[in-house]
């Protein structure tokens, strides 16, 4: 899970980029057909087809996972990329409690904490605009978008948390991204010139999030899901803004302010107090009394 909000990441960088050479509908859309192509021909190869599981978890996931990619990129037409990355941590982290009432996995005291400290060092980052421009608190268009797509997203965790155990991962992650494909087939009539029309560096920033962001990425979340609770994987979601933040300070040519780093701190703070108490060994058993 850490690997893949690692890949995704560095994908803030890499959709505000594009984004000056092709609409958000257009990239997205091409996003997942090319990682449903890549998916249907790992299927091609199994002697058996997608199970029940696969089939609903991933139509599912996809309503989820095609709303977020959808809104996070048009909310990055207007917002930097560690604004949105760390807004969509604050969405994100909502499928914990999601998950409460939808799968009876309830929040421990430890993971609630965890999650406060990741939202405190998220409201920090929208309390510091770049550059160190003044201006307090701002949740504009782009804010809302990405907030709205990290919502859908904490539904996509719950989704995949209730289905990926009993699912092939490369089929639940396939139908996934068919799931999407087919959701912005009615927007995206102009993809196909769209695509027709990038320039080399374009092309070289969409391999990238196709291969990592939209094929890797996704699988290892279906295969960490399996054994991992939506709770924790929300959490862990929250280490994508921090890399985000370091890929748009290293490769984005971003300015920080000290609440950025601070606010990544916080998040920081937030995963390994929860990772930390779920790596200690549960305390043994006393032993009954003999004679």
Known sequence: MTLATLLWGATFVA??????AIAPVDLVFGRFVASTLAFGAMLAFRPRAPGRAALVGGALAGLGAGGCYLFQAIGLTTTSAGSSAFLTCTGTV???????????????????????????????LSAAPLGGVPGGFHLGAGELWTLLGATLYALQIVAVARFAADADPVALAGVQSLAVALLLLPFAHRAPAAFAALDPASWRRFAYLAVAGTIVAPLLQVLAQRVLPAGRVALLFALEPVFALSFALTLGGERF???????AALILAGVVRVEWRAARPSPAAPRPATR
């Open 94 to 124: 909502l499928a914990a409690f999601f998950a409460w009432p939808l799968l009876g996995q309830r929040p421990s005291g430890v993971l609630v904490q965890g999650i406060a400290l990741a939202l405190a060092g998220s409201a920090l």
């Open 15 to 20: 959709i505000r980029d594009t984004l000056h």
């Open 257 to 263: 302010g000290p609440r950025w780093w601070l606010g």
